[in-house]
């Protein structure tokens, strides 16, 4: 198997944090290429804020992150941007979609940050990944007048437009019933099957159990990794 990341001896703390002790402790993480991993810990434990570096939305304090065999902790912001757009994709409990365009403009918008996609091609690329996930009919339709399951797998569909190698969920189906939460995750699942990276942080002892590889936190440090 191929390392896709490395954490090494990631340390995270927040000023404003109220007893200045350290998020994230030392962390010492690899992730290897297909796989699908859930993470796990009580509330605070540190969960949201590994997955933020992983994702590069945020930075360890100290410590070094290695995507592939790049150094990434010295990348420019923009740097660092520009491989979020190409490598990863987000999925939030919230969904985090823009109420004011249609399901397919929301699809379209990371592919206007990746150069190596044509305008021409966006359309038709947008269309595809929204039959993907099911939602061919809907590509008009604003997010208010979709439930929540179609709201994720748009929201799943725009994570995958630029084919990241990579998928970061927070919570994916912390906002969905059972059922629904349930199809979500054979959709997160079947894109792991076909070789795309998958990390979830979850609640959810049943997502884990689905997932290949369980990772618990408490306290910002690893309590235990494995299947
Ligand atoms: N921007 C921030 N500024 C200050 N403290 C923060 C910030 N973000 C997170 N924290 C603190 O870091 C700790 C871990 O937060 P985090 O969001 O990673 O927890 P979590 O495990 O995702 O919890 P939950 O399950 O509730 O989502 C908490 O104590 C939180 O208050
Ligand atoms: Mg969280």
């Known amino acids: 198997m191929n390392t896709l990341i490395a954490l090494n001896r990631v340390n995270k703390s927040f000023a404003q944090a109220a007893n200045n002790d350290a998020v994230l402790k030392d962390i010492d993480l690899t992730i290897d290429d297909g796989e699908s991993i859930a993470i796990l810990g009580p509330s605070g434990s540190g969960k949201s804020t590994l997955l933020s570096i992983i994702g590069l939305l945020d930075e360890p304090c100290k410590g070094e992150y290695l995507l592939r065999t790049e150094n990434v902790t010295s990348l420019t912001k923009k740097q660092k941007s520009q491989l979020r757009n190409r490598h990863i994709g987000w999925i939030f409990q919230n969904f985090n979609l823009i109420a004011s365009m249609t399901v397919l403009e929301n699809v379209i918008q990371p592919m206007r940050f990746n150069a190596d996609i044509k305008p021409a091609e966006y359309i038709a690329r947008a269309q595809s990944v929204l039959a993907q996930v099911g939602l061919a009919d809907k590509s008009n339709s604003t ?85």
């Open 143 to 227: 997010p208010d007048k979709l439930s929540g399951g179609q709201q994720q797998r748009v929201a799943i569909a725009r994570a995958l437009i630029n084919e990241p190698a990579l998928i970061l969920a927070d919570e994916p189906t912390g906002n969905l019933d059972q059922k629904t939460g349930e199809e979500v995750m054979n959709l997160l699942l079947s894109l792991s099957a076909q070789g795309t990276t998958l990390v979830i942080v979850t609640h959810d002892e049943n997502v884990a159990l689905r997932c290949q590889r369980k990772i618990r936190i408490l306290d910002g440090q690893v309590t235990y990794d494995g299947e």
